[in-house]
C-alpha cells in the first residue's frame, strides 16, 4: 500500500466514522474530508473545488426547483380529487398514494414527489380515520423504487452516469434505467399494498412549531367568475370540490344582497362566497375551482424588481391601531399597499363580509404584500407577525405550465438534442421566469447541504481512484468473489451499496462505492454496466433506518415514527429488491 492509498483509505474510513457519530452535519463533514484531501495531497489544489462545477450539481439543484415547481401548481392534489373521492378503505388509499408517489418520481426527484403528496396523505387520513402512520413510510419507500427507473428520480442514478461518462465516453440516457427500476417499483408497490400491516398502527405525529400555530378557521372571500369551474352550478356542488375542511359560510350576489348558503342555491357570475377553512385549504379549493380571491386583484406594487410581494399571517396587538376598526374604514390597502384575505378569530363564524369585519386585539389576519416593507408596515399598525408556515393565499398557481417544462425537457434529453444538465438548467430558470417559483421559493427548493456535500466529495471519490485505493480494495473482493457465481457477485456489490448507504448517504455511498465496482468488474473480465447498475439500485434502496435517504428523514417526524421500525417493513422490502434485482440487471445489463 502506498502513502496515497493510505492517506485516501483514512480519510474514507474517517468520513464513515464521522457518519455514523452523528454529531456533525453531513455536508461539514464533506467539506471537512475535501480539506484533509488537499492538505495530504490527494487532491490537488487546482481539481479542489472542481465538485461544485459538476454536472451533478446543477442536474440535482435543477431537478429540486422543477419538482417545487409542480408541487406548487396543484396539479396532482386536483388530479387524486378527481380521480378518488371516495375511496376510505386504508388499503386501496396505500395503493393509490405508493403508486402515485412511485411514478412521479419517475419524472421529478423523488424528495420532491414525497412532499408534494404528504399533505394528500394526510387528508386520505381523515377521511378513512386512520393513522397517517399507515401511508408515510409505504410511500417513502415508494418514492426510492420510484426514483429508480429514471435518471433524475434520485441522486445515486444521476452519479452513476457520470461515472459511466468517465470511464466509457457515454453516460447513461434517461430511461436507461427504467427496465429494472420498473420491475423492482412493481413488486414494492404490491408488496407494500399488503405489508403497510407490519407498521405499529395509531402513532401520532410530532409536535412542531408549524402545527402550534395551525389556526384552521380563516375566513375568506372569493368570487365567482367566467372561468370558474362552478359557475352555474349549485352550492352543494362547490362544496363537493372544496377540501373537508372547507365551509361555505355565506353568499354575497350584487355586492349587497346577502343570501344563506342553502345547497341548492346556483351559483352566478360575480357572485362572493365567504369561505372558512385553513389557508392551505382555501388556496387548494380555491385554485381547483377557479375562483377568484376577493382582494387579489388590488395591486400591492413592490419597490424594485428584487422584491417580492406574498402573504404573511400576523396577530392584532393590544394596542393596534385597527382595534375597532374594519378594512373599509381604514382604507387598509389605499393608506398602507396592504391587501387583507383572511381573518381567523377563535370560536367565531363571521356573516359579514371581510371588509366589514370589526377587528379586535387577538384576531389573526392573513396579509398580502411586499416583503420588504411588511415589517415596517407590521410596526406601524401594531400587528406581530407569527412564524412557522407558509402562507400561499393569494398566489395564484400556474397549473400545468412547469408539467409542459419539465416534459419539455425531459424530451430534449431523451432524444439527446441537449445534455440533461443544460435542459434541466434552462427548465429551472423557465419555471421562475413563467412565475411558477418566485426567485425566493426557487433558492428555498434547493437543498443546499447536499449539493455542498456532493462538490465537496466527488474530488474524494476521484482520490480513491486515482490512487489505486479502489483496485486495492476491488482486488480483495475479487478473490472473495472468484468462486462466487456472476448473479453472486452483483449480489454482493448491491448488498455493500445498500449496507453503507444508511452511514454515508446514497449519493456519497455512490460516490465511494462505484469506483470500487467498476474495478472489481474489470478484475471479473465483466461489463461495468451491471455492476455500476447495481450499485445505484443499492445505493437508492435504503428501507432500514430513517438517516440514509431525505425521502426516509421527511415522513420520520409527520408518521410519528422511531427509528426500529423501518426496519419492520423495510427489510423484507430489502429482501425483495436483492432477490429481483440480480436477475433484472442479468437481463437487461448483461455483463458478458
Known amino acids: ?32 474530508a475535501l480539506l484533509a484531501a488537499v492538505f495530504t495531497g490527494i487532491v490537488p489544489h487546482k481539481a479542489a473545488f472542481s465538485g461544485f462545477g459538476d454536472d451533478i450539481v446543477i442536474i440535482v439543484a435543477s431537478a429540486l426547483v422543477v419538482s417545487a415547481a409542480i408541487e406548487r401548481s396543484g396539479v396532482i392534489g386536483a388530479f387524486l380529487h378527481r380521480v378518488a373521492p371516495g375511496v376510505t378503505s386504508v388499503q386501496a388509499q396505500v395503493v393509490i398514494l405508493v403508486t402515485t408517489v412511485s411514478v412521479l418520481s419517475v419524472f421529478i426527484k423523488n424528495i420532491g414527489a414525497l412532499a408534494m403528496m404528504i399533505p394528500v396523505a394526510f387528508q386520505m387520513a381523515r377521511r378513512s ?29 444521476i452519479v452513476v452516469s457520470r461515472m459511466r461518462e468517465e470511464l466509457t465516453g457515454r453516460p447513461f440516457n434517461m430511461f436507461d434505467f427504467t ?32 402545527k402550534a400555530l395551525n389556526i384552521k378557521d380563516y375566513m375568506t372571500e372569493a368570487r365567482i367568475t367566467a372561468k370558474s369551474t362552478v359557475l352555474g352550478k349549485s352550492i352543494s356542488h362547490l362544496s363537493t370540490l372544496l377540501d373537508e375542511e372547507v365551509l361555505v359560510t355565506g353568499l354575497v350576489r350584487n355586492r349587497v344582497e346577502r343570501l344563506m348558503p342553502r345547497p341548492d342555491v346556483v351559483l352566478r357570475q360575480g357572485d362572493i362566497v365567504l369561505l372558512k377553512g385553513d389557508p392551505q385549504a382555501l388556496e387548494r379549493g380555491i385554485s381547483r375551482t377557479r375562483l377568484e380571491l376577493e382582494g387579489h386583484d388590488r395591486p400591492t406594487e413592490a419597490k424594485g424588481v428584487d422584491e417580492e410581494i406574498a402573504g404573511i399571517e400576523v396577530v392584532i396587538g393590544p394596542r393596534s391601531v385597527l382595534i375597532g376598526q374594519t378594512a373599509k374604514r381604514l382604507a387598509l390597502h389605499d393608506r398602507f399597499n396592504i391587501n387583507l384575505l383572511a381573518v381567523s378569530r377563535s370560536s367565531k363564524r363571521f356573516t359579514e363580509r371581510l371588509r366589514d369585519i370589526a377587528l379586535r386585539p387577538g384576531d389573526v389576519l392573513v396579509l398580502k ?10 410596526m406601524e399598525l401594531g400587528l406581530l407577525p407569527l412564524a412557522g408556515r407558509e402562507i400561499r393565499l393569494g398566489n395564484p398557481r400556474k397549473g400545468l405550465i412547469p408539467v409542459v417544462v419539465l416534459a419539455g425537457a425531459m424530451g430534449l434529453t431523451t432524444f439527446g438534442l441537449l445534455p440533461v444538465a443544460t435542459a434541466f438548467f434552462a427548465a429551472a430558470v423557465l419555471t421562475v421566469m413563467l412565475g411558477s417559483l418566485s426567485l425566493r421559493e426557487a433558492y428555498e427548493a434547493i437543498d443546499w447541504p447536499i449539493l455542498i456535500m456532493l462538490g465537496a466529495l466527488i474530488p474524494v471519490s476521484e482520490s480513491i481512484r486515482t490512487t489505486g485505493g479502489a483496485d486495492l480494495i476491488a482486488g480483495g473482493l475479487a478473490q472473495f468473489s472468484s468462486s462466487l457465481p456472476l448473479y453472486g457477485a452483483l449480489a454482493m456489490i448491491m448488498l455493500v451499496a445498500m449496507a453503507a448507504t444508511p452511514f454515508l448517504n446514497n449519493a456519497a455511498t455512490v460516490l465511494v462505492v462505484a469506483p470500487i465496482a467498476v474495478s472489481l468488474a474489470q478484475r471479473l473480465g465483466y461489463n461495468p454496466d451491471a455492476f455500476l447498475m447495481a450499485v445505484a439500485v443499492g445505493a437508492a434502496c435504503d428501507f432500514l433506518t430513517p438517516v440514509g435517504h431525505q425521502c426516509n428523514t421527511l415522513v420520520l417526524g409527520p408518521g410519528g415514527y422511531r427509528f426500529g421500525d423501518y426496519w419492520k417493513l423495510g427489510l423484507p422490502l430489502s429482501f425483495i429488491v436483492v432477490l429481483l434485482g440480480v436477475p433484472l440487471i442479468l437481463l437487461f445489463w448483461p455483463p458478458v
Open 1 to 32: 500500500m502506498t502513502q496515497a492509498q493510505a492517506f485516501a483509505f483514512a480519510i474514507l474510513i474517517g468520513l464513515m466514522v464521522a457518519f455514523i457519530w452523528g454529531r456533525l452535519r453531513y455536508d461539514l463533514i464533506a467539506v471537512l
Open 129 to 157: 380515520k386512520a393513522s397517517p402512520s399507515s401511508f408515510l413510510m409505504p410511500m417513502a419507500f415508494g418514492s426510492l423504487l420510484g426514483g429508480l427507473m429514471t435518471l433524475i428520480g434520485t441522486s445515486p442514478n
Open 179 to 210: 427496465p429494472v427500476g420498473l420491475g423492482l417499483a412493481a413488486a414494492g408497490v404490491v408488496f407494500l399494498a399488503f405489508g403497510y400491516r407490519l407498521l405499529p398502527r395509531g402513532r401520532e405525529a410530532v409536535p412542531t412549531m408549524e
Open 369 to 378: 404584500g411586499d416583503l420588504v416593507l411588511l415589517p415596517t408596515r407590521l
